[in-house]
């Protein structure tokens, strides 16, 4: 079993959508992809936090068997976003974003978090993203997500941080602007020949699509009856795809493939309730099951 | 090999798309349904045609193998549509229709063509839809298209209609707007409750998802480096899903998993190029080579 780093947000989110609210409820990039990848294998986070963090929270976490020493509390307020859905459940509309700590975040990787089997870079600057990794001993497996903020307000930066990671993870609308065309074919050709070796295209509700230089692989999203809030989606996939890699301490092609399977898998459960109430109320039997029946949704006989 | 029966449209369009315009190029649902098919079975099919539809278009749709004795030619101008997709290649706009000789088609069934196996009713008006079935021994399956037209304008004949049908073959904004959700596996519930046995809701570029009583069955889109037109492309799934049960006979759940490859194979084909033109120049080896290509995109092993 691998040991697996995450840097990102711990939030403080104020959600809206058509089956609900939450307020002030857990949230934050790290925090998503940390409790999704708990479920598989140990995980160490860095982010930071402001005095008025929740101790109901951080024992969370813990309880979770989250490493939190990279996990700073700093004076002043924890990092909020609110935002609402419409029934179109694929795109978050930001209402309001509050950086407060998140503001002057500077990563620092405590000693005991510097030789990372995998390393995931959430969604922060793309030189800080960078700075991680040269404070690290070079991980087997490093991912990272970005945001349209990022690819418009710095790009070359993010080409920079992209040329050292092995996968990037983004999703379709992040794709086609990063890659600049509507075909994401088009688009994968173009990512790969100037950075990540994988790119891994998450799509919401039609699923998501994997390409490297070899091959391809495309699986729907788990048609679920309820989607309540899709907040944290995109993270908590990445936190699956990660943490059954890391658990494995696989990552051939098969491997990979399973573990995107396990990444929508996680995806599915966090969008069934607000903030981390699906993903809280797991247990591991849950998360097989529902791979057995992503196999069963896909499956087709090849031809003799 | 069974009889395979379609009813629906040919037609002269006029596309425009950011790679390129075909003018009064061959189109119509019922084309190509029955161009896609016939790579699987003979076809017989139920059209009208004015008196200007060039004799080019009919040596083509003969040389397919397929039986014309059931479209009818007709005083007056051939249906004509004209439209255009911008890089959002998901959504037609339409700039004009001319029903011509379309506007008063009542098919009328040839006494050789009365004992479909599987008949295929492209969309029409559901009370012809419904006339139409009524003229034939009933078929071992009948599936059905329809549009927001006859949704939103006569949704009482049509759900008479779905239930006399086993498989409606929609995209999903049709689908959201006659099941009145915008959550597909409720949408399923709804109309499954309602009529037919089997739902096949096409998702363009994001691909397809199948409901029945028992199980789903999801496949992305085959990813394409250059999609230049993608007109024709729901009704080509309809033939290649058809055609291929029609040709094996099969109409085990195995088999109709395997028949939505067959249609999402076809489909991809169609929309590499204008009009039918790509699908003209097919030979099967290719059908069967994107079959299994199909495959590896979208394998992953299971769980032990």
Redesign the interface.
Known sequence: MGKLLVVGSVALDTVRTPFGEGTEVLGGSATYFATAASYFTGVDLIAVVGEDFPEAHLKFLKSRGIDLAGLERRPGQTFRWKGEYT???NEAHTLDTKLNVFETFRPKIPESYRSPDLLFLGNIDPELQLDVLQQVKRPKLVACDTMNFWINGKRDALWRTLAQVDVLVINDGEARALGDS?????VA?KILAKGPKHLIIK?GE??V?FFNHK??????AF?????RDPTGAGDTFAGGFMGYLAATGNLSE?AI??A??FGSVMASFTVEAFSLDRLRALDYKEI?AR??EF?????????P
């Open positions: 029934h179109q459940l509507p075909n994401l074919v088009q050709q799509r039609y699923g699509l091959q391809t692989f495309g699986a729907p048609p679920l009856e309820q989607v098969e493939r399973q995107i399977i097989e791979f057995r196999k069963r949704l896909t499956h087709f006989n090849d031809l």
